[in-house]
């Protein structure tokens, strides 16, 4: 054995070669030989034997010696570890993938050479990119392809190429783009009653279709549907295989020819039994529940991507221009919407929710909070069962033979003062049909694009997508007319973007009805069961300007119906009297208008208040900029008014406070807080006036009033997300931001005056309760951060604060947010996100009492940030101290000016040290909190 390699006479090397297959292929001896074998270099020799005598094989006994040395290589690597890394590293890979071409016509030793690549090459972290490079993979499946009749050789083949696609995923791209991947598949087909066979192809073919969608759409025209078939007839009860089957068809984009196939071959009928043989099994069943309505709609021609690029086309097809300005005359009186909208022509202020007529009755109501639907205890049980209500209602539908869906509604929009249809399905709109819902959205703050009438009580809703914007797809605002007591909706929100939502864990919309509200005195109210937020079938494609990739659409399913409080007829006529329904309480201009008028009336506010106007948006609306302090000097004239007023500092030198709300349209939630915090400011509350003495507050309360105004989720008309735009605002694309970052560093640097607090208010759609997102620096002593969301939950009640959500973090997508950007930029330690859920605590909903009551609490917080006794303070900071004691070097005067860590090495060495001291520094733990 020691001179196998240098064995030049065939005869000898065969005759060796065979006594040592013999042994191998005894179980008896093989056990023995294999360690001696590996240890005399077993595998080096036999890659010795085939480079030597692969270059003569026209001679019949060279090709017979390399036929034995691959199948002892192939013995040693299936059989041993060490055999298979011996064969890695000594270079097997190569030189048996090239020896391939040279047995294309020799069953058995292709089967061996496979079995030994299979075991060698997930221990050679090169083989994949020389599989790549020699065209190892086209061989491949040329060799499965000629040899469809026989199991083995497919079989090897087949588990190789599954082999390199693991081991490099650029290899699977081969395979999708090669010219004989038809009549591969149609070789795997022939051997789709071996199961390694079902399994190896099903997994080189998720590899595929994850790699690019052009090759998704290959795979689809290469009968990948017929083997699906083949597959699910022979191994409906293989869990494995099953699985592996349906990400194969959730992943796939399939073109005519496969819609074709999938018509014809009726896969829908063929996977809907296999819900009952799944039955226990959650993740499976959740699976299979999508790529049946994915099949559903693909026989039906729903979910074509032509169609969904034919309606989205509208939302990029305006483009703006930094010259471009709406004319005043197109604002409209009062600014209450601001930028032009195509209103409905039987809607007036009196009809919807923020019309005058409503306001007391909203107030009055927003005391109750509501219960979080059954999702809650186990959303994905609740998931599970939503979607098995689905399929089984599609199932019935295909039974009937209903025809297409048909569009009932379709909101076209104007940017601009350019009006552009929302989709060529127009023209099918008609009269409406009796009992069948009608549909409006063409209000301040509405937002729902297009609505289609699937079957009985079940539709299917698109929503608009951000002005000038592909994406950000969430909040929706919308009327509904016809809503009958007693009767179940089944609402289906096509093309949401985000992975998750608070809709699993209990989430319901709010409802309001102006007749019912002016009868029963009910404004907004929680509705909806069976509510459930998963991933569907549908995508949506990028414009052609873009190099964005196709993104994956989810659902929010729920059944609507009028709830207990409207179940009398006369409160609610179905005929007559819309039904609204938000994403979460809406809050617009026109709220925040009659709101600023409201504050302004008061009688503190003539002294306290003064508004401003901050800049002028794109759509020409009026950015309001409020600042709030005592204005009133004539307290400071004599001794006996400041004894009265302990509080009251002279106006240049008080210190700032800069809040602000509404950034992101669709985080409705942030207005209420700021509505708080407004209406506590302007109070009788001796804290509000012991708060105003001491503190100039700067209030942008809405930031973003263009996107409220038009009902956009997170952009302005631009398209841009103006929290993003912190770091170098545009004066003409981003002026909010750009005049408002302005005024912080006119205040801040040039005033030099002492920020204490920057207060940003969102809301949060997949987190509970109400948190602070603030920015963390390890290199800093006193733990400025950590003091103002402990004021909060001093004060804040421990049903909608919650300080355990807390996160002061800095990760790189948040670097041009405003709280980083204030923090980076101006020094302001306490600058603060604010983050409210749009659901509520992990129990019930939040009220619009809580909201605003959280807006209070920060207040109070606030005071207690700058009360001269700083008495919660120190409290906040002894706790701190007590928990992060290397944070701490000495008690700080003012905790919301840190002092930077070197600064305070300085100070306190001593000033005649000449030689710094040798070995590491002592000083505070630098990976407690590492800085991001």
């Not at 040279?102 to 997930?122: E, G, H, Q, R, W």
């Not at 791209?173 to 066979?197: G, T, W």
């Not at 927003?366 to 399929?391: C, I, M, N, P």
């Amino acid at each position: 054995m020691q001179n196998l390699g240098c064995q030049v006479d065939a005869g000898t090397a065969i005759a060796t070669l065979v006594a040592l297959r013999v042994d191998l292929e005894n179980e008896a001896t093989a056990t023995q030989m294999r360690p001696l074998l590996i240890k005399r270099d077993i595998v080096a020799s036999s890659l010795q034997l085939i480079a030597t005598h692969s270059l003569i094989m026209h001679v019949s006994t060279s090709r017979e010696v390399v036929e034995h040395s691959v199948a002892i290589l192939a013995l040693v690597a299936r059989q041993s570890k060490k055999g298979a890394s011996q064969l890695a590293a000594e270079g097997g890979t190569k030189l048996l993938l090239v020896l391939l071409r040279s047995f294309s016509k020799a069953p058995l030793t292709i089967v061996n050479i496979c079995d030994a690549l299979i075991a060698s090459v997930p221990n050679d972290r090169n083989a994949g990119q020389v599989a790549k490079a020699i065209g190892g993979m086209d061989l491949l499946m040329t060799l499965c392809a000629k040899n469809g009749r026989k199991h083995a050789v497919t079989k090897s083949t087949v588990q190789l190429l599954c082999v390199f696609c693991r081991s490099a995923p650029a290899n699977a791209d081969a395979v999708a783009s090669s010219k004989v991947l038809k009549d591969m598949l149609a070789s795997c087909r022939r051997n789709a009653a071996f199961p390694e066979v079902c399994m190896s192809t099903l997994s080189v073919a998720v590899a595929a279709a994850s790699r690019h969608d052009k090759f998704s759409a290959l795979l689809s025209r290469a009968d990948i549907i017929d083997f699906c078939v083949e597959v699910t007839a022979f191994f409906s009860d293989d869990l494995a295989i099953v699985t592996k089957l349906l990400d194969l068809l959730q992943r796939l984009r399939f073109d005519a020819h496969a819609v074709a196939a999938i018509q014809t071959q009726r896969l829908f009928s063929k996977l809907y039994p296999l819900i009952g043989l799944q039955l226990g099994r959650s993740k499976v069943l959740y699976k299979l529940c999508v790529v049946l309505w994915k099949l559903h709609a693909l026989e039906h021609q729903q979910c074509q991507n032509r169609e969904w690029a034919r309606w989205m086309s509208h939302q990029t097809s305006v483009n703006y221009a930094p010259s471009q300005r709406l004319e005043s005359d197109e604002v409209h009186a009062h600014e209450t919407a601001g930028v032009p909208l195509i209103r409905a022509q039987h809607l007036d202020d009196s009809d919807v929710p923020h019309g005058a007529a409503f306001r007391d009755i909203v107030e009055a109501s927003g005391t109750e909070r509501g219960t979080l639907s059954e999702a809650s205890s186990g959303h994905g049980d609740t998931q599970l069962e939503v979607l098995l209500k689905l399929v089984h209602d599609l199932n019935e539908s295909r039974a009937q033979t209903l025809s297409r869906p048909r569009c009932v509604y379709c909101a076209p929009r104007t940017y601009f003062g350019h009006t552009i249809d929302a989709c060529a399905e127009n023209s099918e709109l008609g009269q409406p049909s009796p009992g069948v819902l009608q549909f409006e959205s063409r209000f301040e703050s509405g937002n729902l694009g297009r609505v289609q009438h699937v079957a009985g009580h079940r539709y299917n809703l698109w929503l608009s997508a951000d002005t000038n914007s592909f994406g950000h797809v969430q909040w929706f605002y919308f009327a509904i007319y016809g809503m009958r007591h007693g009767v179940e909706y089944r609402f289906n929100i096509v093309n949401l973007e985000k992975p998750d939502s608070m809709f699993n864990h209990g989430m319901r919309p709010v409802m309001f009805c102006p007749r019912s509200a002016r009868s029963l005195g009910l404004g907004w109210v929680r509705c909806g069961a069976e509510i459930a937020y998963v991933q569907n079938p549908f995508c949506k494609d990028a414009s052609e300007e873009s190099s964005r990739k196709q993104t994956q659409c989810f659902s929010a399913l729920m059944t609507l119906s009028l709830p207990p409080e409207m179940a009398s007829r006369s409160a609610c006529d179905a005929a007559t009297s819309p039904v609204f329904i938000a994403y979460c309480f809406p809050y617009g201009v026109t709220n925040l208008n009659r709101d600023l008028e409201e504050l302004a009336a008061r009688p503190v506010a003539a002294s306290r208040m003064r508004r401003d106007e901050l800049c002028r948006t794109v759509g020409g609306i009026s950015c309001p900029l409020l600042t709030i302090t005592n204005f009133d000097q004539s307290t400071l004239i004599g001794i006996e008014k400041e004894a009265e007023r302990p509080t009251l500092v002279p106006l240049a030198e008080r210190p700032v406070m800069f809040l602000s709300a509404r950034v992101h349209p669709g985080e409705s939630n942030a207005s209420w807080v700021m509505r708080g915090a407004l209406r506590f400011l302007l109070s009788d509350d001796p804290v509000a006036a012991k708060l105003c003495d001491s503190v100039v507050f700067k209030v942008v309360p809405m930031l973003n009033p263009d996107g409220v105004a038009v009902g956009n989720h997170r952009c302005n008309l631009i398209g841009h997300d103006l929290n993003r735009q912190w770091t170098k605002p545009d004066e003409h694309l981003s002026p909010t931001i750009f005049h408002y970052r302005r005024l912080i560093k006119q205040t801040v640097k040039q005033e030099q005056r002492v920020a204490k607090l920057f207060l940003d208010m969102h809301g949060h759609s997949r987190k509970p309760g109400i948190f602070l997102y603030g920015c963390e620096d390890a290199k800093q002593f006193g733990m400025a951060e950590q003091v103002f969301p402990r004021l909060v939950e001093r004060v804040a009640h421990p049903d909608i604060f919650n300080l355990a959500m807390c996160s002061h973090k800095i990760v790189k997508s948040k670097m041009n947010c405003a709280r980083v950007a204030v923090w980076r930029d101006f020094r302001i330690q306490s600058s603060f996100t604010m983050e409210a859920s749009m659901s509520g605590n992990c129990v019930e909903h939040f009220s619009l009492r809580d909201l605003e009551r959280m807006g209070q609490d920060a207040m109070r917080a606030a005071w207690d940030l700058v009360d001269p006794a700083q008495t919660q303070v120190n409290r906040v900071r002894r706790e701190l101290q007590q928990s992060f004691p290397k944070r701490f070097l000495q008690p700080l005067a003012d905790p919301a000016v840190a002092v930077p860590a070197e600064e305070a090495r300085e100070r306190d060495s001593p000033r005649d040290a000449k030689t710094p001291s040798k070995g590491r520094r002592k000083g505070p733990s630098r990976t407690l909190h590492q800085r991001c």
